[in-house]
């Protein structure tokens, strides 16, 4: 949630309400490149495929507002399973280095 805040804050902004092609909501997979969910009709070998759970956790995660953090439950595999795509961004865009990142890295 730190991370998805940093994002917002630096004007990243993923589709994660349907594809990020064609809105439909059934998604199967996440492109980074386009930087949201995208269905089955529209994924490409790049697109990183998920489960079901990971991409139900990136919605949650993104739409809970930092004063909810303490409502946020999310297992420890998916967790594990879809951090990556949040420190993507964090490198790729944002321009800056996160201590903080090895600490949630440590902490899960
Ligand atoms: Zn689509």
Redesign the pocket.
Known sequence: LILVFIMKDNGIELEVD???????TSVTSFSLVDGGF?????QTPQDVQMSIEALKAIRHIYKTPMAHIDTLSIDESVLKEILFIFEYYIDEYCGIYLNALRFVKEWI
């Open positions: 349907g594809c990020v092609h064609c809105g439909h995208v269905c089955h009709k529209h």
